[in-house]
């Protein structure tokens, strides 16, 4: 079975600091697929970025970056410069590859607040 | 670009009413995921469908079902509703596998009374 575990319940910073939301997963699977969600106090759930398992090259994107490591089953997510607009509920994910319409198993959410 | 569309957005029932939720999914795109997030919880996977089957199946009561039509818009079809039932239900999209993001909808906010 799949497991995502996000182990920080809630973060709290100020602007411009750097913030690392941490991510472990657990699957039997060779293949599989991670993902990063954002989901604001609006509601919504946004994609942020997908990785497949044999990609280990980090990412970034702008003032996020991406770090996995299978060796560890990490897949951590870094927010340089925070800015208030950051401030929503992060999810880590997980799909088993190559099964149309496999399911997302979520971690349990890390909350951000980006304080002025 | 065009996103998943859910109707209603916000949906007011009382107990043992039904509830019919629908979910038009981005064009070109032939899988359709629900889930349930409750108050303070992380989505819960309830279903899936690739063209028009199901794929895979969660933890969807036996008083909900759901379909794919031929035109790939989904419906979930919730009966004899509890006060439990209340959350926000996510659809989303994607085409293809699972290496496929899957992109939601704004979500439906079910309330029962």
């Known amino acids: 079975a799949q497991k995502v575990t996000q182990a920080q319940t809630e973060i709290s910073v100020v602007e411009k600091e750097d913030v690392t939301l941490d991510c472990v997963y657990e699957t039997r699977d060779t293949t599989y697929y991670l993902f990063w969600y954002k989901q604001p106090p609006s509601g919504e759930l946004v994609f942020l970025i997908r990785?497949?398992?044999?990609?280990?090259q980090n990412e970034i994107s702008g003032r996020y970056s991406w770090n996995f490591q299978k060796s560890t089953s990490s897949f951590n997510f870094t927010i340089t410069a925070s800015q208030v607009v950051d401030s929503a509920v992060y999810f880590c994910a997980l799909s088993e590859a190559g099964t149309s319409g496999s399911r997302l198993t979520f971690g349990e959410g890390t909350q951000l607040t980006v304080n002025p | 670009a065009a996103g998943v569309i859910q109707s209603p957005r916000h949906l007011i029932k009382e107990k043992r009413e039904t509830a019919t939720l629908k979910c038009y999914p981005i064009p070109r795109h032939d899988t359709v995921y629900w889930y349930q997030q409750g108050p303070g919880q992380d989505p819960q996977f309830l279903i899936s469908?690739?063209?028009?089957?199901?794929?895979d199946k969660g933890s969807i009561p036996d008083r909900f079902s759901a379909q794919q039509f031929s035109d790939y818009h989904s419906e979930l079809n919730m009966s004899s509703l509890e006060l439990g039932d209340s959350a926000l239900y996510f659809c989303?999209?994607?085409?293809?596998?699972?290496?496929?993001?899957?992109?939601f909808g704004d979500g439906t906010r079910l309330s029962i009374l």
């Open positions: 989303a999209s994607s085409s293809g596998t699972g290496a496929q993001p899957q992109h």
């Open positions: 469908f690739y063209e028009k089957m199901q794929s």
């Open positions: 990785r497949n398992s044999f990609d280990e």
